[in-house]
């Protein structure tokens, strides 16, 4: 059974940072691209960065590049999103999600419950 | 910076056609997603590639794309069906997701 399991969200002041954490299971990790994709109280999906399977090509939502960095670890079957400078609007429900292709661009299947991020003073 | 509008809501009475429309620049030059996420949990891929369905969604869940709106349509919609419904794309490196609809069925 394919599982994603996010960690790592909690509650961080205005300008500090955390490291959220995606572990994979259930499927050839470094065969698929992964996501992250967020989700603040009561919205809609906002999605926040890409990276390929090999870890060549990373993307980046405008709101959060040069602040966040995605990366992953093949050996340990393992994603992860380092957020710096955190602010307040990005307070959300952070959820990995697979995708289907190695180099990415395919469609989000499937999708972890989620880790919260509170960004407050 | 591309743009995928949803209506915020649509309701339908249960055993009708849903249709939830989403609407974007030369969508249909684009493949389509469609998520289903009920309150508390995490989204659910029912639609990719504009029309085909993943295994273990029921075959009432249908979807289309062309010119500029993807469609999804959900037909003998049943209760269990309500929950928002997103639909996503990409556009060069970069994915978009539709603001969201919240599908009543009353």
């Known amino acids: 059974e394919v599982q994603l399991l996010e960690s790592g969200g909690g509650f961080v002041q205005p300008g500090g940072s955390l490291r959220l954490s995606c572990a994979a299971s259930g499927f050839t990790f470094n065969s698929h691209a992964m996501n992250w994709v967020r989700q603040a109280p009561g919205k809609g999906l906002e999605w926040v960065s890409s990276i390929s399977g090999s870890s060549g090509s990373t993307s980046y939502a405008d709101s959060v590049r040069g602040r966040f960095t995605i990366s992953r670890d093949n050996s340990k079957n393992t994603l992860y999103l380092q957020m710096n400078n955190l602010r307040a609007e990005d307070t959300a429900l952070y959820y990995c999600?697979?995708?289907?292709?190695?180099?990415?661009?395919?469609?989000?299947?499937?999708w972890g419950q989620g880790t919260l991020v509170t960004v407050s003073s | 910076s591309y743009e995928l509008t949803q209506p915020p809501s649509v309701s339908v009475s249960p055993g009708q056609t849903a249709t939830i429309t989403c609407s974007g620049d030369?969508?249909?030059?684009?493949?389509a997603s469609w998520f289903q996420q009920k309150p508390g949990q995490s989204p659910v891929l029912v639609i990719y590639q504009d029309a085909k369905r993943p295994s273990g969604i029921p075959e009432r869940f249908s979807g289309s794309n062309s010119g500029n709106t993807a469609t999804l349509t959900i037909s003998g919609t049943q209760a269990m069906d309500e929950a928002d419904y997103y639909c996503q794309a990409w556009d060069s490196s970069t994915a978009v997701f539709g603001g969201g609809t919240k599908l009543t069925v009353l």
């Open positions: 030369r969508l249909g030059d684009k493949y």
């Open positions: 999600a697979r995708d289907n292709f190695p180099m990415g661009k395919g469609w989000f299947d499937p």
